[in-house]
């Protein structure tokens, strides 16, 4: 089957969009689907758009995001219709919905996506106290998204909830399939069993992986490292991604390492290395659509420990590839549940081993490819689910 996969970015570059669109068109290009990438769409540089842009942001002190506005998203609309009708394709399908909600063509859509609009709204902060016109116009381009398409694959039932319940789309036409460890290739237990035994049971080594400290928490980490050291078990946290402004000065049980780029071989090597000789993932966020990092922690036996909140309970089950507490609930609690496992060496070792099955069944590219696939050649054959509002 031929199919336009659509995104604002270039999807050739890994370093776009954390690798999702890279490691997606890679995995339907795996099951044999013949791709067309359309991508690196222009922005519409609109001088009545900046203004509202500017006037929002500085003068009344709102959120404002002039590329959910309609004319912005028409622009991409346009660009995106010419493509497709010069590459005769049967199916279209955007990794992301902004490119595709005012999309006029005669075809199937799809869209896979890790969230919607109003599952963002007051969620993010960057999402809180929002301009009239991004949830005006945010609003309508999202509601004309569901009216177009014909499925919708979700990475989580937090966001298919979100799909059903705030745009009214059939639920009967929405597969949850989570996106997979952004790694260049499939690891196997092979490789992954002796990192686990390898793992020192006189120190427990946490990893906080991400670049938003505040929001991802990571001072909650550095408390609960500092609790267990205090209990008696040695404990040490590596930090990768913030920079040192961002974490201020660290104690001496903790280092960071600062941005680990995956793009390059130098990279990959030390984000395994770090990442395969650590005993938990700790991730506190207060916000998150698909943290691809518990994937990946899991790819290599590492089990997380992260919050109820968003999608991320639908990657990671409680007791199975990691642990679940509370969006409040204080460092202590997570220093509870680490040392539960820490201090019981065969308990902590089936967690690790659990944590992989995860990856190697659920959490990776070519599981999430050949899932996709079976929904997407079975769309041309399906009565299509609507006529495309005209403007």
Known sequence: MRIAFVTPYDTGDVTQASGTGYHIAHALTDNGFDLVRIGSLRYQLNP????HHLFNRFVLRKNDHAHRNTGFLKHFARQVARRVKESDVELVVGSGGLPLAYL???????????CTFASL???????????????RDGQAAEQSLFDRCD?????????????????HFDPDRITIIPRGANLPDLRT??????????????????????????????????EAARILNERGIPTELTIIGCDEK?????????????????ATPEGRRR???????????????????????????????????STHTGAVPSVVHDGRNGLLVDVD??????????????????????????SFEEYETRLNWKISGQRAAEVLRKIPTLPQRRAHPTE
């Open 48 to 51: 009545i758009n900046i203004a």
């Open 104 to 114: 006029e063509v005669d075809l199937p859509i799809v869209l896979w996506t890790d």
């Open 121 to 135: 709204v007051n969620y993010y902060s960057k999402w809180c106290n929002l301009s009239r016109r991004t949830l």
């Open 151 to 167: 499925w919708v694959i979700m990475t989580s039932q937090w966001a298919a909830d979100s799909a059903v319940n705030d745009y």
């Open 189 to 222: 237990w092979e490789e992954t069993s002796p990192l686990i035994d390898a793992r020192s049971p006189e120190c427990c080594r946490l990893l906080f992986a991400g670049i938003y400290w505040k929001r991802k928490r990571g001072d909650l980490v550095l």
């Open 246 to 262: 961002a974490t201020g000065p660290l104690p001496d049980f903790a280092r960071n390492l600062g941005y680990v780029s995956k």
């Open 271 to 305: 984000f395994a290395e770090v990442l395969g000789s650590s005993h938990f993932l700790v991730l506190p966020t207060r916000a998150d659509c698909t943290p691809i990092v518990l994937c990946e922690a899991n790819a290599f036996g590492v089990p997380s420990i």
């Open 329 to 354: 609930a204080p460092a202590s609690e997570y220093a509870d549940r680490i040392a539960e496992y820490v201090t019981d060496p065969d308990r902590y070792t089936t967690l690790c081993r659990t």
